[in-house]
């Protein structure tokens, strides 16, 4: 069983940057496929980048938005610049044992709780 906990929304201007954090408990964290998705009011939650051995962002992010991980801390952190007021939605962290290059929710077993990005215009 995993727990995963994100911080780091907040709200901030459109061309502005936040980094969000989400750390989980166990001790295999580097084992896990790890990804973050995102769910705005009335939409079905997206992907937005994950990170195994390689790293993959939805094309409606890249190159603006960075997944990393620190084995160590049992983190990873999404480094969003450029931010416009699409990006406004709850963002979630989640998990996958194994490697994974699934963008499906369904296949992620572990979830956090959230965190809300509000870019305002």
């Known amino acids: 069983q995993v727990q995963l906990v994100e911080s780091g929304g907040g709200l901030v201007q459109a061309g502005g940057s936040l980094r969000l954090s989400c750390t989980a408990s166990?001790?295999?964290?580097?084992?896990?496929?790890m990804a973050w998705f995102r769910q705005a009011p009335g939409k079905e939650r997206e992907f937005v980048a994950r990170?195994?051995?390689?790293?993959y962002y939805a094309d409606s992010v890249k190159g603006r938005f960075t997944i990393s991980r620190d084995n160590a801390k049992n983190t990873v952190y999404l480094q969003m610049d450029s931010l416009e007021p699409e990006d406004t939605a709850v963002y979630y962290c989640?998990?996958?044992?194994?490697?994974?290059?699934?963008?499906?929710?369904?296949?992620?077993?572990?979830w956090g709780q959230g965190t809300q990005v509000t870019v305002s215009s």
């Open positions: 989640a998990a996958f044992y194994g490697s994974t290059s699934a963008a499906r929710a369904s296949v992620y077993d572990y």
């Open positions: 166990g001790r295999t964290f580097s084992r896990y496929t």
């Open positions: 990170m195994s051995y390689t790293t």
